[in-house]
């Protein structure tokens, strides 16, 4: 079960950059809000999943290797970086269209 958790916490990553990828070449004009959204849903989710995998709230089924939570919580801390940064490139455009 530790090899499903740890494939959950690589491919989410993934997912979300890919959706928020797929989304924006549906809705051009709405780039930076729908990576920003993207980021923020998939860094938040992730650091759950690490603090899941950490505390072991549902037993040794939902836990990882140390590296791999590692790894998960500098992604999900960088999702959430690259949210932030796309909520002040999303607000400059807004303040330059006005």
Do not use: W
């Not at 993207?38 to 989710?45: K, M």
């Amino acid at each position: 079960m530790t090899d499903i958790f740890d494939s959950l916490l690589v491919l989410l990553p993934l997912v979300a950059i890919g959706h928020a990828a797929y989304r924006a070449f549906l809705n051009p004009r709405d780039v930076t809000g729908i990576f920003r959204r993207g980021f923020l849903a998939g860094g938040v989710v992730l650091l759950l999943l690490s603090l899941v995998g950490v505390v072991r709230i549902f037993g040794n089924g939902f836990s990882a290797d140390s590296e791999t939570l590692d790894v998960a919580v500098k992604a999900g801390l960088g999702m959430l970086i690259a949210a932030l940064i796309c909520a002040i490139v999303e607000n400059k455009q807004s303040q330059h269209q006005r």
